[in-house]
């Protein structure tokens, strides 16, 4: 995935750790890096939703203001607008001369398990591009919800899946502060992790028992004329 180097140029480790999902648009559409699709985002903002707002949450605002919404105050209903903004904007970006089929498939408060997700994203074409969710499943006064939520691109290749984490690619000049902050190794944040299943931040493993996942899958095809 040729995007451009490095994905995660914000300029602060907090940032820097707060950006997955913009990290992630870029993983899926193939191009540009965290900052340039920020400032995509806030040109295009209704005007009483304006910046600024923590990297993590400008899809949430986005989809607030296209919907005419209150702003989001608990994490499930947060969650939940984050991934109706992504999804709104990837099915707004179709490669040049081909279009763009994309579905979400699980939810904030209905996920899957990781091996249901992953079964059901095998069955897509070769080639297909997701936007995948992966968090810790809680119960709180009888409902579920999704807890320290992140977000990995991945894709489906001939051998199966592959899963980037492009919020590892950081800036040469804060991965130090990034590797004191999120526990990581600095060497291990001058390039996109690349693994055969989901991981949770930073590398982190996963547990198979408590995190749930949903995706957003983004299938690309050419326009057939009549």
């Known amino acids: ?109 209905d996920p899957l398990t990781l091996d249901e997700a992953t079964s059901l994203m095998e069955d897509y074409p070769i080639g297909t591009r997701f936007a995948y969710l992966i968090g810790r499943w809680t119960t709180a006064l009888g409902r579920g919800q999704i807890n320290a939520a992140h977000w990995l691109t991945a894709e489906r290749v001939e051998e199966g899946l592959k899963f980037i984490d492009y919020q590892m690619d950081v800036i040469e000049d804060i991965r130090p502060r990034v590797g004191r902050r999120e526990e990581v190794l600095t060497k291990c944040l001058q390039a996109p992790h690349i693994t055969d299943g989901p991981m949770r931040p930073f590398g982190k493993p996963p547990d198979f028992e408590k995190d749930k996942a949903l995706f957003i899958s983004y299938v690309v095809a050419d326009i057939v004329e009549d």
């Open 1 to 109: 995935m040729p995007v451009f180097n490095p994905v995660n140029d914000a300029s602060n480790a907090v940032a820097a750790g707060l950006n997955c999902a913009f990290c992630t648009l870029c993983g899926v559409v193939d191009t540009g890096n965290c900052s340039s699709w920020i400032k995509i985002l806030l040109d295009k903002f209704p005007d009483h939703r304006a910046p600024p707002l923590d990297c993590d949450e400008i899809f949430g605002a986005y989809w607030e203001g296209l919907k005419r919404l209150p702003r989001a105050s608990k994490g499930r209903e947060t969650l939940d607008h984050q991934v109706k903004g992504l999804h709104f904007v990837l099915g707004r970006i179709n490669p040049r001369g081909r279009r763009a089929t994309v579905d979400i498939t699980g939810s904030s408060d």
